[in-house]
């Protein structure tokens, strides 16, 4: 079982930065792979970024790369997602997420964060 709490989200202008983070808990955590989607206002889900277990392999989509960047402490149980250069079209709330074996494009992880809210002003 692994419970997500995220936090770090807010308004900012475009062209600013945040860092979102993600607290879990569990004693298995540094087993599962970690990840963060978002959903803004009329649109379906959407992956952002993955990390796998070590924090060795990381996955961004398209629209986020080279921006953000996804990173993992496993001896403080967190996943935290660095947001660079953000836009108005970044506005969204963001989950973190868990899975046991893979979070990636087209997945949907089996573990949700609570979601928090980022909104970037143009």
């Known amino acids: 079982q692994v419970h997500l709490v995220e936090s770090g989200g807010g308004l900012v202008q475009a062209g600013g930065s945040l860092r979102l983070s993600c607290a879990a808990s569990?004693?298995?955590?540094?087993?599962?792979?970690m990840g963060w989607f978002r959903q803004a206002p009329g649109k379906a889900r959407e992956f952002v970024a993955a990390i796998n277990w070590s924090g060795g392999s990381t996955n961004y989509a398209d629209s986020v790369k080279g921006r953000f960047a996804i990173s993992r402490d496993n001896a403080k149980n967190t996943v935290d997602l660095q947001m660079n250069s953000l836009k108005p079209e970044d506005t969204a709330v963001y989950y973190c997420t868990a899975d046991p074996t893979v979070v990636r494009p087209g997945t949907f992880p089996y573990y949700w964060g609570q979601g928090t809210q980022v909104t970037v002003s143009s």
């Open positions: 569990g004693r298995t955590f540094s087993s599962y792979s």
